[in-house]
């Protein structure tokens, strides 16, 4: 059964993890470590005696406890954030926004002037494995997994399995909390994946397709939840008492006191009883329930809250500020339009793109080309980018506009116009791929061309033709 306390083990944020999982595992009989980092034992196990070398349970959670409990008594690990709404927000917006983004490979080359040209390569055996990372998961769900465990870890690692000959055929992700970079005093690093019970196997950095953060100790990214944990222990512990309170009907404190004359309980056991069963009767859906009390007792005035005075709202609405701010995010990605107006918003979430999604973009591509690409690819100019173009597109007006102006001032064709508003190109006869510009624009430094007198003048499209009908009629007829 899963042990009550519910706490996951993360060795890729804790360095005292390692340590604590070594000891649960090899120290205490029938323990083990879940797939998904949490702590488990078998119905049938009895508790570790500690006078026979083991570990006792309490104390295991002590000391796991220790190690991710904050001020405000929540326990705040990279599974555990997500019961914050802004931190929930934040790994929404940014890992749906990445997963839509098209993956392309590309090889860098130049054309007979020396201009560089990226041509696309869907045939390539990165492109095709990004398109099918894997037998269970399309490449939408992988990227929003990938750049989940990002944000929450600081880190994320997929296994690069591979036939007996030949690319890499499959991304199978790791468990971030389940991996650990290490190295030796010459910076070999190795990668180790521990199993259920403290085991680990150990890995090449061939075999590891690593993207992380920035980091500390140069090795392992850092994890945003981790170095904010307060101020995201603090919005749960709000949103916490926000259900408690209300769950009880926004009932005040009460307090119970017996009349003078009488002895009260006769012992600790009968008050507890009472209480229990008082709370069992009138609390949660009961509250409303007509009220009896033993002969002697009596309710004091209850003890009231004032949430106004104790700024309950505005601590929410700061805690959301304080943890957008930590992860980069514009606050109104995160609900807050307290500084949003309808002019700014839109600027706002294409700096969301820039400041936010760019970054997280470019780890992936840097990691990508350093572990999927091989070296020839390397050599050839290869490279693995996001089209971020789509997300930066404005709205409708300020998009033509801009389309526009380059292709007044022949940047771009007609053709490569309707190519980015994603319709079908016009044939080269009807003028699809001309590019235009001014006629009134010279290239500096030299003198324009002078027309030609004896050229033939352009005939004017109203003209009439020699064989109309109404040729040399008055007009008024």
């Not at 944000?151 to 909390?177: D, Q």
């Not at 709202?313 to 807050?336: C, E, M, N, S, W």
């Not at 980018?385 to 007609?414: P, T, Y």
Request: one cysteine or more.
């Amino acid at each position: 059964m899963k042990l009550p306390f519910g706490i996951t083990l993360s060795r890729a944020n804790a360095a005292s993890a390692v340590e604590v999982l070594n000891n649960v595992a090899q120290e205490s009989k029938g323990l083990s470590v879940n797939s998904q980092g949490l702590l488990t034992k078998s119905d049938d196990v009895v508790e570790t005696d500690p006078t026979a070398g083991g570990q006792d349970i309490d104390a295991i959670i002590g000391r796991l406890n220790a190690m991710y409990e904050t001020f405000s008594g929540v326990v705040v690990t990279p599974e555990s954030c997500m019961q914050s709404p802004t931190v929930q927000s934040i790994v929404q917006a940014i890992s749906k926004r990445i997963s839509t983004l098209p993956v392309q490979v590309m090889r860098k080359t130049e054309d007979s002037k020396g201009r560089t040209l990226k041509v696309p390569l869907p045939n390539h055996p990165v492109a095709k494995l990004l398109k099918y990372p894997n037998d269970w998961q399309t490449d939408v769900s992988y990227w929003l997994d990938a750049s989940s465990a990002l944000i929450r870890y600081g880190n994320f690692y997929t296994f690069k399995a591979r036939g007996k000959t030949g690319p890499i055929r499959r991304l199978i992700p790791l468990f971030p909390g389940n991996v650990e970079p290490v190295s030796d005093s010459e910076w070999n690093v190795k990668f180790r994946y521990y199993g259920k019970k403290g085991e680990y196997i150990e890995y090449d950095p061939s075999q590891i397709h690593f993207v992380r953060g920035g980091s500390r100790d140069f090795l392992k990214g850092n994890s945003p939840v981790n170095d904010a944990r307060e101020s995201i222990a603090l919005e749960i512990a709000a949103e916490k008492f926000g259900g408690t309170f209300f769950g009880n009907g926004a009932m005040p404190f009460l307090v119970f006191k017996f009349m003078q004359g009488i002895k009260g309980f006769k012992n600790v056991a009968d008050e507890r009883r009472f209480i229990d069963d008082f709370q069992s009767a009138y609390g949660s859906r009961g509250r409303m329930k007509a009220m009896s009390l033993p002969a002697g007792m009596e309710i004091e005035d209850p003890i009231k809250v004032e949430n106004d005075k104790n700024q309950f709202l505005d601590t929410r609405k700061y805690q959301r500020t304080v943890i957008a701010g930590a992860f980069g995010v514009p606050p109104h990605f995160v609900g807050d339009l307290t500084s949003g107006t309808f002019n700014n918003v839109e600027q706002q979430s294409l700096d969301f793109i820039t400041n936010v999604v760019l970054p997280v973009a470019r780890m992936f591509e840097a990691a990508m080309e350093k572990d999927l690409l091989t070296d020839d690819d390397y050599n050839s100019g290869v490279i693995i980018r996001f089209n971020l173009e789509g997300a930066l597109r404005g709205d409708f007006k300020s998009r033509q506009d801009g389309l526009k102006i380059q292709r007044d001032e022949g940047i771009i064709s007609a053709n490569e116009w309707r190519e980015r508003e994603n319709m079908n190109p016009i044939s080269e006869e009807d003028g699809g791929d001309n590019y235009i510009y001014p006629m009134n624009y010279a290239i500096a430094g030299k003198e324009p061309p002078v027309p030609d007198p004896n050229a033939p003048k352009p005939t004017d499209p109203n003209a009439p033709k020699p064989n109309d009908s109404t040729q040399g009629k008055p007009a008024n007829e």
